[in-house]
């Protein structure tokens, strides 16, 4: 967000801080989507799906924008629920995704590979399972947390990584430089100077 809009000096900052510790400094987006679309790539050429998992509302978003590139790709629920929301006030993020639901019941999955926008859930949940059983499905989680070496064994998932729609410990850093405050408040999240 820094450099879209404008930032002014202020006395006191008040800002939220779910990642303002210095182990959570997120690569570049375009990194990010280069190294998914080559790890879908290669899934692809061996006819795996992948399953790309994010927040309902806004990750889900961005991964609808980033890989709908690939064919076909399915939605869950939730997320073309949003998606058509999101068109709805003139942003397309290719809502005629096919649904998972609908390409479940018609047998569409079984014709491999395909990708699959689905909320974040960990890997030890009844879907995820049956995705991997089934379909021998590839889960891929987008989060912030990815930062954390741990994250993706304590999701369980195959790959993980760092993606939010949050400031970074390093913007956050640049916010304060750029507003100057006299005293920085911070809510929900880390703290560390």
């Known amino acids: 967000f820094l450099g879209r809009g404008k930032t002014s000096k202020?006395?006191?900052l008040i800002m939220e801080t779910t990642f303002g510790?210095?182990?959570y400094v997120f690569p570049p987006v375009e990194k990010v989507i280069e190294e998914v679309n080559r790890l879908i790539a290669a899934l692809f050429a061996k006819g795996i799906p992948a399953v790309l998992m994010g927040y309902p509302?806004?990750?889900?978003?961005?991964?609808?924008h980033y890989f709908s590139i690939w064919d076909p790709v399915y939605a869950c629920e939730s997320v073309a629920k949003m998606?058509?929301?999101y068109s709805a006030l003139g942003v397309s993020l290719g809502d005629d995704f096919g649904s998972y639901e609908e390409a479940k019941e018609k047998g569409l999955l079984d014709r491999k590979p395909w990708v699959?926008?689905?909320?974040?859930?960990?890997g030890?949940?009844?879907?995820?399972?049956?995705?991997?059983?089934?379909?021998?499905a590839v889960s891929i989680a987008f989060s912030g947390w990815a930062c954390r070496p741990g994250y993706r064994y304590a999701m369980n998932v195959d790959y993980a990584f760092p993606m939010s729609d949050h400031c970074d410990f390093n913007e956050l850093m640049q916010l304060i430089r750029m507003c100057s405050p006299e005293k920085v408040i911070t809510v929900h999240g880390q703290n560390k100077k």
């Open 10 to 12: 202020c006395d006191t």
């Open 21 to 23: 510790s210095p182990e």
């Open 57 to 64: 509302l806004g990750k889900s978003q961005i991964l609808s």
């Open 83 to 85: 998606n058509k929301a």
């Open 116 to 122: 699959l926008l689905s909320p974040l859930t960990n």
């Open 124 to 136: 030890r949940s009844k879907f995820l399972r049956e995705l991997k059983g089934k379909y021998n």
